[in-house]
Each structure stands twice: as C-alpha cells, then as structure tokens.
C-alpha cells in the first residue's frame, strides 16, 4: 500500500514556520514527507531534517525527499537534540510536529491500529516494543480501567476492563475487530447509535503502546533547547488530551516571573522563553475539513523563541 499523506493545515504551517531559504528545518513527524517535501521546496542553501519512528515512513519520506536539501533518520523527536548533535547541526530554525497518528497507519490493516479492518492487535508506530495485543491480554483490569479514563476519557471504562478480562479467561484476544466486539458489547445500547463504540478505547491502547504523551512531554522541552533564538515550532494535535500538554507548556514558557505576589522583587529569576504567535489555535477551513475530514479536530498551536 502506498503512504499516503495529505499533510493538514499546509500553508498554515509553512506560513508559521517563517522559512528562511538558508535556514535548518526539523520535521519531527515526517511521515510520508507532505510537510516535509514542502518546506524543503523553500530551501536553497538550508537544510530539512526528517525524523520519524516508523521504519516504514523512514523508507518513503527518504524516497520522496531525494534530490532535495533534506535527510531523514528514524529516530523519535524527543530525540531532537541527540539527533542534531550527531549531524553537527547547531540548532533549527524551525521544528514541526504533526502528532497522533498518520493515514498510512491508519489505513494500514495489518499495522492493527483501525476498528474498520481486522488484523493482529499490534498499533506499534515503530514495530518495535509492547503491542496492543500484550496490554489487552496482559494487564490487569484496574490498569486496563485507568489507561482507558486517562488517553481515551472513556466513561464506561469499567465495563469494557471488565468485557476484556472476562473474554481473555476463555482465549487471548489476539485482533482489532475482536476487541472491536468486545468494546462495542460493553457499551449501553443507546449510546451505541451515537459513534462507533471503539474509537476511544482504540485510541487510548494506542497511545499507551507508544508512550505517546511521555515523548510528547519530553519533546516539547528538547524542542525549546534545540530552537536557535527567534526559532518558531508549530505542533498539530488532533485530540483535546495532547493539545493541553501543548498549551500548558507553551503557557509556562510564555510566562516571567512566577513569585507570589506579595514579594516586593522578583526572586526566581524567571523570564519568557518566548511568545506565543497566535493567543489561538488555528483550526483548519471548511474547505480542507470537506476534502481531508481528519484535519476537522487539528489545532495548530505556534510559539517563537526569544531572541
């Protein structure tokens, strides 16, 4: 299957990133390279630097990046600094990251992310690692319970543990429209009509497995440090959960001193990182909501470095 990716909110990106032609560019998500191919585009004697943790995406944004200022490496992007630091690159101008999960993933049977299409449970972005199927057949109901509440804010968290652990006693649930099954059996009748029950619980195993908000909270400050000053980093996110680690940690970045205020001067020393460039988050149009229907919860959030 090709890697298909319709990079989302394109030119609110490229716009965002105020690309200097002689500038160090980081893609930190680069997938099948829509974003990247159009930064590098932008480059004469800059320099784009792809990194991915999906050796699949490697391969292909590799491909379609040929011939072009650019170099992808699998790696992952709360790596950014180690990255930089062994291509002798001193900092970038600009850093994208494009969270959650990619098309290509998606439509990807075999990768076992989708509740449409069966397939092993797996849902690994690196092929490496802890499977969905090892956390669905291997953790306890109150864990399973916990993970579902806190990356998947599933109410009936309690009745899907409970279907998963009692359908496991009889034999290891081993593919993604089995646990489809399950989640959607858990569910009250009524709510069933609403949505497709499996989205959440999907979602949440997802994100366990790849320890999606542990190398988010860890990237967004390896992001900051690898920023040279005036930098900018745009961050799509997709869902309310990862978007509000962005915006409380751009939030602390913007913020000065952090002192009581009964304290007659200043004691921490703290001063802001940087500015947030838009108050908002943009939002994508009508236009490429209708055409890309994943792009209809993505929220850019952009902020520049002090100088």
């Known amino acids: 299957m090709e890697f298909a990716h319709i990079p989302v909110m394109l030119e609110e990106c490229l716009e965002g990133l105020d690309i200097k032609p002689g500038?160090?560019?980081?893609?930190?998500?680069c997938g099948g390279a829509g974003h990247s191919r159009e930064i590098a585009k932008r480059l004469t004697t800059g320099r784009l630097i792809g990194i991915d943790r999906d050796p699949d995406a490697v391969r292909t944004a590799t491909q379609r990046l040929d011939g072009m200022n650019a170099l992808v490496v699998r790696g992952n992007y709360d790596e950014i600094r180690q990255i930089l630091s062994e291509l002798d690159v001193p900092g970038a101008d600009g850093i994208l990251l494009d969270l959650g999960v990619s098309s290509f993933q998606?439509?990807?049977?075999?990768?076992?992310?989708?509740?449409?299409?069966?397939?092993?449970?797996?849902m690994r972005m690196s092929k490496e690692g802890i499977s969905a199927r090892d956390i669905v057949n291997g953790y306890s109901e109150d864990e399973l319970r916990d993970i579902l509440y806190k990356y998947g804010e599933e109410k009936f968290a309690p009745r899907i543990a409970a279907g998963i652990v009692r359908e496991r006693a009889?034999?290891?649930?081993?593919?993604?429209?089995?646990l489809a099954r399950i989640v959607s059996e858990a569910y009250p009748a009524k709510f069933r009509r609403d949505k497709n029950p499996a989205r959440q619980t999907f979602q949440a195993i997802r994100i366990a497995v790849n320890d999606e908000f542990g190398h988010l909270e860890a990237a967004l400050d390896e992001c900051l440090e690898a920023l040279l000053p005036k930098g900018r980093l745009c961050i799509i996110t997709f869902h309310s959960l990862e978007d509000r680690i962005v915006k409380n940690k751009f939030r602390d970045w913007c913020r000065g001193c952090t002192c009581p205020p009964d304290f007659p001067v200043c004691v921490c020393g703290n001063v802001p990182k940087g500015h947030l460039v838009n108050r908002k988050p943009i939002t994508a149009g009508s236009e490429e909501?209708?055409?890309?229907?994943?792009?209809?919860s993505a929220k850019l959030r952009i902020f520049e470095k002090s100088g």
């Open 23 to 29: 500038g160090t560019y980081v893609d930190g998500t």
């Open 289 to 296: 909501c209708e055409g890309n229907p994943r792009s209809r």
């Open 170 to 178: 009889v034999k290891p649930i081993e593919s993604t429209l089995e």
């Open 106 to 122: 998606l439509d990807t049977a075999e990768r076992g992310f989708s509740y449409h299409q069966d397939a092993p449970l797996d």
